[in-house]
């Protein structure tokens, strides 16, 4: 398979596996609700949070093979190399937040009924996974974006260039909740460019 249709793939798997598993997951987070927590916990729903961390993480796996491909044209300027390292941050940022929400499932179902823990610190953990994905690695792919509209070139086509920039923009101000989903939007619009287009990648733009 050529690394462009890896790329291609890998930005539509992010972008909808991360929304799937956001819709579908229903982990706390937001506003506090003792019926949502317990909706959360309870073992009808234990079965779709743990297919939704799994989603989650493949998702995150579509992101490392999308920068992958975007740092064939990148990969030789400093900004580049930023937009790497911080891209491969944002995707382990991802997979950690998609780790804690399974894993308050997970303890439950190993645990048992001797695991009994407050609804509060059910809130506050799923808190924690819920910032994770819609704040550190929101952020981080944010500027990871901006990296690469600076170290772009001829790489992206212009339209795609200012999408990225928006988005990196919208991915740091990811805890406002709605902003994110742009982030997911560009990944498969990057997805689907990548996909239709015939020639080769540009090589990397001297720095």
């Not at 992010?14 to 799937?20: A, E, Q």
């Not at 499932?105 to 407050?118: D, N, Q, S, W, Y």
Request: hydrophobic share 55%.
């Amino acid at each position: 398979m050529r690394p462009r249709v890896i790329g291609g793939i890998g930005g539509i798997a992010f972008g909808v596996l991360t929304f799937v598993a956001i819709v579908i997951s229903e982990a706390p987070g937001g506003g506090y609700s003792t019926s949502h927590i317990a909706t959360y916990l309870s073992s009808g729903h234990r079965a779709v949070a743990i297919a939704a961390m799994y989603l989650g993480l493949l998702g995150a796996l579509g992101l490392v093979c999308l920068l992958v491909e975007l740092r064939e044209g990148l990969a030789a300027t400093t900004a580049g190399r930023v937009a790497w390292g911080v891209g491969i941050a944002a995707a382990a940022s991802f997979a950690v937040g998609w780790g804690v929400l399974g894993g308050q499932i997970f303890a439950h179902l190993e645990g048992g009924k001797k695991i009994v823990i407050p609804p509060p610190v059910t809130y506050l953990l799923g808190e924690v996974g819920v910032i994770f994905i819609f704040g550190s690695a929101a952020a981080l792919l944010g500027f990871a974006l901006i990296a690469v509209v600076l170290a772009g070139g001829g790489m992206l086509p212009g339209w795609l260039r200012w999408f990225a920039l928006v988005a990196g923009l919208c991915g740091i101000a990811g805890p406002a909740f709605f902003t994110f989903f742009v982030l997911l939007l560009w990944a498969v619009a990057t997805g689907i460019w990548l996909l239709r287009a015939r020639s080769p990648a540009p090589g990397p733009t001297p720095a």
